[in-house]
C-alpha cells in the first residue's frame, strides 16, 4: 500500500521508484517521514494498535538505517535525515499517544537516537548486547552504555536481562544479568536470538527463585525510581548515574565506568566477569552501607567485597536499607 501510494523513501537515481536495500530481515525500505500523508498513514496504523488490538504501548526498534543517498519527498537525501530519523520515527507513537492516552499511561522503549531524541521518547534500551561476557559487547558493556547515554541527555535506560546477540547464554550469565537488570531504571529480560538454547528463567527451580528475588527488589525501588523520574523529567538527569554526577569534586571517580549510582544514594558495582566472587570497587567520601550485610563503611576508600551470586555489591549512602536485605 505504501508503495502504490508513494509514501516510502525514493532511490538515489529516480525519488519516484522505492529504495529497497538490505536489512536483518532481508530486503527493507523506510517510510518517508517528511511527508505528511506518511504520517497520517502511519499514525492510523498505530492508533489501530491501540484502539483495536488494546496495546499499552511497544518497542519502537530500528530507524537507523536510513541509506544516505536516499531521497525525500522534502527534497532531503539521507546525509539530511539519517541521524534525524530516529526521533522522527519516536515522534509518531508520540503523537499518537499523547493523543489516544493523555494520561500518560502508555509505554515505548527505543533503541537509536540522536541528540534530543528524549523529548520524544520514553526509555531507551542500550542495543543488543552479545549474550556473553565479553567485554566489547557483553555484560561489561552495560554499565558504560547506560551511564553514557545518561550523560547525554537520556535519562531513563534499559537493556536485554542475558544480552540478545549470539549466544546460548549461560545460567551464571543470567544470574549476573538479572542483579544489574533490578539496579537499572527498567528490569526487562529478553529471549535473545538463541531463544531455545539460552539460560531463562524458568529452566530450573534456583534460576527462577533468583529472578523472582531481585524482580521483588527492583519492585521495591519502584517509589524511589518514579521520584527520579520526576525529576528527570523536569532537569534531565539520569537515573543511572555516572559517579561524576554525584561526586564532581572527587577526581577518583572521572575514569570508572564499572559502578555507577542509582540516584544519589545507592552505588552499584556488579559482578561482570566470569567465575568472580569479589568485586574491588570505589567508595567516595560519605558513609556506606553494604545493602545485603548492613556493614558500615568510611569513603573515600577502594576495598575488595566478596560477591557471591546473590550478592552483588551494592552500597546505600547514609542510611541503611535493610528494607532491600529483607527480601527474599
Do not use: C
Amino acid at each position: 500500500e505504501m508503495m502504490a501510494d508513494g509514501l516510502l523513501i525514493g532511490s538515489a537515481d529516480d525519488p519516484a521508484t522505492p529504495y529497497l536495500h538490505a536489512a536483518p530481515n532481508g530486503i527493507a525500505t523506510h517510510p518517508d517521514l517528511t511527508n505528511p500523508e506518511t504520517q497520517a498513514y502511519v499514525q492510523q496504523h498505530l492508533s489501530d494498535m491501540v484502539e483495536v488490538y488494546g496495546m499499552d504501548g511497544w518497542m519502537a526498534d530500528f530507524s537507523e538505517w536510513i541509506p544516505f543517498d536516499a531521497q525525500f519527498s522534502d527534497g532531503s537525501d539521507g546525509r539530511d535525515i539519517h541521524n534525524v530519523f530516529p526521533r522522527m520515527w519516536q515522534s509518531q507513537t508520540r503523537t499518537v499517544m499523547d493523543e489516544l492516552r493523555p494520561d500518560g499511561d502508555w509505554v515505548m522503549f527505543a533503541r537509536a537516537g540522536w541528540p534530543g531524541v528524549q523529548s520524544v521518547s520514553q526509555i531507551h534500551w542500550i542495543g543488543d548486547q552479545e549474550a556473553d561476557w565479553n567485554p566489547y559487547d557483553g555484560l561489561p558493556t552495560v554499565v558504560p552504555a547506560m551511564t553514557n547515554l545518561g550523560l547525554s541527555g537520556v535519562p531513563i535506560t534499559t537493556h536485554d536481562i542475558a544480552g540478545f546477540s549470539n549466544g546460548p547464554s549461560t545460567k551464571e550469565l543470567w544470574q549476573r544479568w538479572t542483579e544489574l537488570g533490578a539496579f537499572s531504571p527498567i528490569m526487562r529480560t529478553h529471549e535473545g536470538a538463541e531463544k531455545l538454547d539460552n539460560w531463562s528463567w524458568e529452566k530450573d527451580a534456583e534460576t527462577t527463585e533468583h529472578f523472582a528475588r531481585f524482580a521483588r527488589i527492583h519492585e521495591a525501588l519502584a517509589p524511589e525510581l518514579s521520584d527520579m523520574a520526576q525529576d528527570a523529567a523536569a532537569t534531565s538527569l539520569p537515573l543511572a548515574r555516572h559517579m561524576m554526577i554525584e561526586f564532581p569534586n572527587d577526581p577518583e571517580v572521572f575514569n570508572l565506568s564499572d559502578q555507577y549510582m542509582l540516584g544519589a544514594t545507592l552505588l552499584v558495582a556488579p559482578v561482570t566477569e566470569e567465575g568472580a566472587t569479589t568485586r574491588e570497587l570505589y567508595l567516595p567520601e560519605g558513609t556506606w552501607f553494604h545493602v545485603w550485610t548492613g556493614d558500615e563503611y568510611t569513603g573515600p576508600q577502594t576495598l575488595t567485597i566478596d560477591a557471591p551470586i546473590g550478592s552483588p555489591p551494592v552500597f546505600s549512602l547514609g542510611v541503611d536499607r535493610d528494607d532491600l536485605r529483607a527480601i527474599q
